[in-house]
């Protein structure tokens, strides 16, 4: 079971991006997804996630900018980002809240996708 993110790139100021993430493996159920931050020299900090039923929680810097969406189908989770800032360069970890036998369930981390914002 893994976590793959990819999408992650140079932008300017003001511009846009989508990154994705998808798992794969034998899950038998996929619960909350997220996506989490990691700006150079700073801790690992929430930007939004949604659970199953697609209810969405946004940390305060991403409201009104960032969009969480996710496709059960296709195991995937997205964000898109607009009106980027500098401030929102981070490597992006997505996390996945997965059952992945009868019992088991625990939480799965991405390896990371760097966002770059120049100004």
């Known amino acids: 079971v893994q976590l793959q993110a990819s999408g992650g790139g140079l932008v300017q100021t003001g511009g846009s991006l989508r990154i994705s993430c998808v798992a794969s493996?034998?899950?038998?159920?996929?619960?909350?997804m997220g996506w989490y931050r990691q700006p150079p020299g700073k801790q690992r900090e929430l930007v939004a996630d949604i659970t199953s039923d697609g209810s969405t929680n946004y940390a305060e810097p991403a409201k009104g900018r960032f969009t969480i969406s996710r496709d059960n189908a296709k195991k995937t989770v997205y964000l898109q980002m607009n009106c980027l800032e500098p401030e929102d360069t981070a490597v992006y970890y997505c996390?996945?809240?997965?059952?992945?036998?009868?019992?088991?369930?625990?939480?799965?981390w991405g390896q990371g996708t760097l966002v770059t914002v120049s100004s």
């Open positions: 493996g034998v899950i038998y159920r996929i619960n909350t």
């Open positions: 996390k996945a809240d997965l059952q992945t036998g009868w019992v088991t369930t625990k939480d799965y």
